[in-house]
């Protein structure tokens, strides 16, 4: 925050040292520990260390912290400023493109996906923006081909191509992110963002998707849980199918809302 004041979020202190005890003490070792310690150090050096509860607490968190200096890496995993010299290294034009060629494909090569390329289609899905970076997502990633057609015929609207598909993702949600009610959508915000990422990332990869889309009714939902085992606080977001396009398969020309039926400046 600018300005930044020289005392903020004492009411959260205790509470997030106790936290971060606790993961250092009983978890193994990971990059969001490094994140934790780096931030933490960070809040610690800018703000009013003779207050007493900052001071009571950094004593804790130094304490425990130095358990993990192993852990210290080139980047530091604090508040930082973007690199924006120079431009974007991919420029308009290009996205625009990538945009039009990504298209909802139903026809696939019956031809496996290594998974080494939806890992890293993943790369970038993870870097969608979240709710406080909590992610309340996990792809459920199905390639055997009989799985991944089973699960894609669950949804409505997908008789006739989902008995062609070689792999399919089940996006699920998970409300366990969000302790208030009030944040129950936000599953749905953040799985649809880094879905989009996914997908952009698989047309650079040759790869083709089509999201699914997933009816919300009691029918399905128990068909679903029941086939891929969801915990009660989880929900399905959507279906990804993807696979290696069948160049000679359609797809439906989209013709796409202008510019006045799409924005209201205010």
């Given amino acids: ?17 106790d936290v971060f005890i ?77 945009s039009i060629r990504r298209r909802s494909v139903r026809w696939y090569l019956d031809k496996p996906v290594p998974r080494e390329l939806v890992d890293k289609a993943l790369e970038a899905a993870a870097q969608a923006p979240s709710a406080c970076n909590r992610q309340p997502f996990v792809y459920r990633i199905f390639d055997e081909p009989a799985r991944a057609r089973e699960l ?4 409505l609207g997908t008789k006739g ?12 949600g998970r409300l366990r992110a969000y302790p208030q009610v ?32 997933w009816p919300d009714i009691e029918p399905q939902e128990s068909l679903m849980k029941n086939a891929i085992g969801l915990e009660p606080d989880e929900r399905v977001i959507m279906l990804i199918a993807y696979g290696w396009p069948d160049a000679e398969g359609l797809v439906p020309y989209s013709a796409k809302r202008e510019h006045a039926q799409l924005r209201e400046y205010q």
């Fill in 161 to 172: 191509f989902a008995e062609k598909l070689t792999g399919v993702v089940v996006l699920v």
């Fill in 22 to 98: 606790r993961a250092i003490e009983s978890a193994d070792r990971n990059e969001e520990h490094r994140w934790a310690i780096d931030v933490l150090h960070e809040y610690f050096n800018a703000v009013d260390g003779t207050h007493p509860v900052i001071s009571r607490e950094k004593e804790r968190f130094e304490a425990a912290a130095p358990k993990q200096k192993e852990m210290t890496g080139s980047t530091k995993m604090a508040p930082y400023k973007r690199a924006l010299n120079g431009q974007s290294p991919v420029d308009f034009d290009d996205f625009m493109k990538l």
């Fill in 1 to 17: 925050m600018r300005p930044r004041r020289p005392v903020f979020a004492v009411e959260y202190l205790p509470e997030t040292i």
């Fill in 182 to 213: 009030r944040d129950r959508h936000a599953i749905y915000i953040d799985g649809a963002l880094s879905a989009m990422s996914f997908m952009y990332a698989l047309e650079t990869l040759g790869l083709s998707s089509c999201p699914i889309n």
């Fill in 152 to 155: 894609a015929a669950i949804p």
